[in-house]
């Protein structure tokens, strides 16, 4: 089993890869019949790894988090572990409520995996006190690195995030809310060292706003189907080439945005269906989400090729 990063270490390498590359969260691959696939996980990560990311997020939303089971998760994280063999950090995602996203992390643990993205949990809204106390739980329960993500019911104030950061193992803070006040505030109050990352939904769109609060680094969703194109705006943002991150925008990133919003899930559907495209193994989404009509198929594969043809690569 791959040893994993201690602390420290982790959140150095973490801050180091985001500084160098896009966040990479992978796809889970299934079988037509919706079974997982390890072969075509192992597969697909690789490609994702070749990409050269800063840091490789398996088993969580665009993963597929939520449909997977306790051996399911377990031979995700696994393969990502023992297909990044150390070369960069591996984040593995846990949730729902406080117990079982400690099963997920104890699993984590085993794998390999060198910290834990916490996922919102499932269903109910509730008060801040009781955000912070379920990290509490999570964070008292395993050695790993948690960062916390705020989007839908979670979000914390600065308040809370001082008491989050306090806790010996909560390293960072992904942003998925895409409320730049609150954000600002977030970054201020937090301590010297915290890392924050934009998770906002094609984090694209938002990356120069969420860079002039100081939180440069981001996930990148369409690195899971086309790498060329999200390696390439994210060269030019980091470069300051205004005139390329635009055209990337109006030309790819905003038109994929008004396509994903069509129907409920396309977040996922869609990079899936991309990636089905570019021949990379990951199958069919498992329901509750569904896979792209054949029309929208059509309008994805167009964009997808108009995208390519921005940054020179091939379809």
């Not at 890869?17 to 990479?24: D, I, K, N, P």
């Not at 009781?130 to 790993?144: D, F, N, P």
């Not at 201020?188 to 860079?211: D, H, M, S, V």
Request: aromatic share 8%; with cysteine; hydrophobic share 45%.
């Amino acid at each position: 089993m791959t040893v994993a990063l201690d602390t420290d270490t982790a959140v150095r390498r973490l801050r180091d890869g985001m500084a160098g590359g896009v966040l990479s969260f992978p796809l889970t691959s299934f079988h037509d019949d919706g079974t997982l696939d390890p072969d075509g996980l192992r597969t697909h990560v690789a490609e994702r790894l070749a990409a050269r990311p800063g840091a490789v997020f398996p088993a969580c939303g665009t993963g597929e988090f939520f449909s997977l089971d306790e051996d399911e998760y377990r031979t995700v994280v696994t393969v990502t572990v023992q297909e990044a063999a150390g070369r960069l950090p591996v984040v593995a995602g846990i949730g729902y409520g406080w117990a079982q996203a400690v099963r997920f992390a104890r699993i984590a643990e085993e794998a390999g995996a060198d910290a834990l993205l916490v996922l919102p949990h499932y269903l109910v809204a509730a008060p801040e006190e009781g955000l912070v106390r379920q990290l509490e739980r999570i964070a008292s329960a395993t050695s790993l690195p948690l960062i916390a993500y705020q989007r839908g019911q979670v979000a914390f104030s600065a308040g809370s995030l001082r008491r989050i950061a306090a806790l010996p193992n909560v390293v960072g803070l992904k942003d998925g809310h895409c409320d730049l006040d609150r954000l600002q505030r977030l970054t201020l109050a937090a301590p010297e060292g915290f890392l924050f990352f934009n998770g906002a939904a094609t984090a694209e769109i938002q990356a120069r706003a969420y860079a002039a609060v100081g939180v440069p680094a981001y996930s990148s969703a369409v690195h899971a189907f086309a790498p060329e194109i999200a390696n390439h705006f994210f060269a030019a943002l980091r470069d300051g080439d205004d005139k390329t991150v635009e055209r990337l925008l109006r030309d790819f990133y905003v038109p994929f945005v008004e396509l994903r919003d069509r129907v409920p899930g396309y977040a996922v559907s869609l990079v899936k269906a991309a990636a089905r495209l570019r021949g990379s193994p990951v199958g069919p989404v498992r329901a509750p989400l569904t896979d792209p009509s054949d029309a929208d198929l059509a309008d994805l594969e167009a964009l997808l090729a108009t995208g390519l043809d921005l940054v020179g690569a091939a379809l």
